[in-house]
């Protein structure tokens, strides 16, 4: 008896590595595949990034904790940064940044899918062979035209939603490795981008930064988070450097005066004597003035009369 358990338990071990051989030769095929396929677009390739968890939340990335990031490629499509990347087992996510992000969400899915799980979007109604949903329905009827109709109708279904979160749209589908299934995914998300662009800012539109500039603000989502804490790190090093250093002061420019002859400063005595003014003369009394200026006794006159 001891025999067959001890059989039973080397096929199942045999078993259980036979499985993580596929995996693991699975995994590596959907990487190659990936890596391949994003460099026909100019994109990079990267394993995995946790930080793009951090900011997508909604619709089909309203995943367990658990899902994990993996196959990235991003770059540049059509002047827009784009992103490609699979969460695990679950789906195939396509995002493509907006010039500028919008308070209104709006999430076009495919008929037969679930409605959204958030409660801050309404239901607007049907478009071609999708529903869309909003948060503000008054705004998102701007983008009710022909063109999102056309959109809605010639998306594949395998397309299963498309939305917008912040400064990015984005798409999702299952997961999948077909060139095709991602190139016509890239093309309707880059489309849809565009048609939202009638939606309400949340800021004041700025000009898009270059995409190619590492240190960009375009590409903090896929920044190494090691490699941001360096650079960080970096960047506060020279703040406090400059701030503890004095400012110098301006030379003072030099005056015309300064050019004018000048006496030379001699220790001994100054030649210049001092202005002597005369001494005030005395005021007269007025009373005085009267009595030396009197005039003299003189005789009386006679009346002639009496002569």
Request: aromatic share 6%.
């Amino acid at each position: 008896m001891a025999i067959v358990y001890f059989v039973i338990a080397v096929l199942a071990l045999l078993g259980a590595g036979a499985l993580l051989w596929l995996d693991r030769n699975r995994s590596q095929q959907v990487h190659h595949q990936r890596a391949v396929w994003g460099e026909t677009h100019s994109f990079k390739f990267r394993e995995t990034d946790s930080k793009l968890r951090t900011v997508f939340h909604r619709a089909a990335m309203d995943v367990p904790e658990h899902v994990r990031v993996r196959d990235v490629a991003y770059g540049v499509y059509e002047g827009a940064e784009a992103v490609v990347f699979d969460l695990e087992d679950t789906s195939t996510i396509v995002a493509v940044r907006r010039p500028a992000a919008s308070a209104v969400t709006v999430d076009l899915r495919y008929e037969d899918v679930l409605a959204p799980a958030e409660d801050d979007v309404d239901l607007l109604g049907a478009m071609g062979s999708r529903v869309m949903f909003a948060s503000n329905l008054d705004a998102a009827r701007r983008i009710c035209d022909r063109r999102m109709v056309t959109l809605a109708t010639d998306t594949p279904a395998y397309v299963e939603i498309l939305w917008n979160e912040g400064n990015w749209a984005l798409g999702a589908m299952p997961v999948t490795v077909e060139d095709e299934r991602l190139d016509v995914a890239l093309d309707a998300v880059r489309r849809f981008a565009d048609l939202l662009r009638v939606l309400p800012p949340a800021v004041v539109p700025q000009d898009a930064p270059d995409p190619r500039d590492p240190h960009g603000p375009t590409n903090e989502e896929l920044a190494d988070e090691k490699t941001e804490s360096l650079r960080d790190k970096e960047r506060r090093r020279r703040m406090e450097a400059s701030a503890s250093q004095p400012a110098p002061r301006p030379e003072p420019r030099p005056s015309r005066l300064d050019a004018t002859p000048r006496p030379p400063d001699s220790a001994g005595t100054s030649r210049i004597e001092p202005i002597r003014r005369p001494a005030p003369r005395p005021v007269a009394d007025p009373r005085t003035s009267r009595e030396r200026f009197a005039p003299p006794d003189l005789p009386p006159l006679n009346d002639p009369r009496e002569r």
